[in-house]
């Protein structure tokens, strides 16, 4: 079953502005899903329409099987959601704001507080509990926020940026806890600017680029369809080598180094070792994995050609 | 129905006015006291009405009018701008609550803090003054029912304006010149016949003029059409309110 459908979704802006071209998307029940892409790609948008945020201008979005629009009232209660900005009520402590939060996915109060305990224990925030929001730093702030997005206990969590200036240990803290929560059961789909959070956490990834998905399946996969693995060969001289040969594999060098890009590593890397000592004394052979980083900017850097 | 979600929102909004009593609910009073205290006292003796009420009691029920149009009014325009400007009306929007729970919630707010500052000007006037009330279960009607209409007002207003100056702006240009003019002061036949024409077409007249019937048991023109006007504007602006949050208007792209 998929927890959010997706079909043919389009939204253009009040001015002309078409953010998103008729995008299809399904995202399975308890997967940790990935929605990345440049700035203005369409991730916020989309996020906005799933949450009712910003109105559709055509095309169907479903949460676990039920219309957004026709079932408002049941696909909200089943989202979470922790926006890009953060937007703390400024009146309340964090313990009352949570509790409000709860209350107006209809928990019951006694219920709501009990909630609202067990997340900020979690997010190791109890000890703030009585503090109002401007008196938290930006890390507390964020986690209040995906707290906010966790007290009335939703399948599904959507985090749109969760560890935008967030220092390195709060993040990783975060990551364990996301990575935990998706385990019990929660459904996540999560948007980064941060390719390394994309590729630790999610199973599953779609990429995104002026409206329209642009690639979409497994996070392996991805990576290893669309990235290629760096091979360096240091040698003890380059003067033998003949870089204008037309060669099975991309060729570039450093000033005492060859440098090949390579899908198959595994399969090429002895054919290339054999093939360069013939040509000079090998010093060092270093292999650098593919990454989703190296997919995401070649598939962004292809569709803006 | 979420009612659950919905009786928690209207919580939040009557408990968001009195954590800032100092700000909402006193400044309001101490206002209507010196007013009070200002017209009444002082320039009151000096007054005489044709139709024989004292003056101060006369301005009781305007000056109590006032201040629950002006308090309602705020608290729901100023709660849905701070939303706005702060950017957590989103929370609210993201809510699996209809249009008409959502600009209910609001509503409600703004109609208790403008009937906390109409009972606390009555009471105080109650104290200070020799004015009673004629009819309560009616005073608490126009009460209500004005602070309900305003409240919606400001729900409309919140939801339009684009900066708190424009807020301010419907406050001190449309809302307190309709007050002034609609007779908290004095009576319309004291004013010349084209004024006290002009003055039938201010709806916040009949809504003074209301209050006045009902807690002074003296009405200067007809407290039917005073009881037509306030339902009346009190379901065109509920609609309104609600429409906007239903459809989204100028808060959702």
Redesign the interface.
Known sequence: MNAIEIQSLKKT??GGEEALKGIDLNIPKGSFFGLLGPNGAGKTTTI?IL?????KSSGMTKIMNYDTIRD???T??L?G?S?Q?I??????SIKEILT??A??????KKIAKENTNLVLNKLGLYHKRNSKARELSGGMKRRVQIA?ALVHDPPILILDEPTAGVDIELRHMLWNYLKEINKEGKTILLTTHYIEEAEKLCDNIAIINKGKIITCGSTTNIIKEKSNNIIEIKLESLDNIDFNLDYDFKLDHSSSSIIIKSKTVHKDINFIINYFKDKSKIIDVKVINGSLEDAFLKLTADKNE | MNSTGFWTFTRREIYRFLVLYNQTIIPGLLSSLLYIIVFGTTLGSRIELDNGIEYINFIIPGLTMMSVLNQAYQNSASSIMQGKYLKFIEDILILPLSGFQISSGYIIGGTIRGLISGIGIIVICIILTDFTVHNYPMTLFYLIIVSWTFSAFGVIVGVFAKTWDAVGSFSNFIILPMTFLGGVFYSLDMLPPFWRNISYFNPIYWMINGLRYSSLGFAETSPSMSFIVCISFCLIFNFIATLLFTTGYKIKS
């Open positions: 802006y009040h906005g949450t009712g945020l910003i109105n408002f009232k049941i909200r209660k989202i959601l926006p900005e937007n703390l009520d400024v009146f309340f409000f939060h209350g107006y996915y209809g928990i019951k906010k």
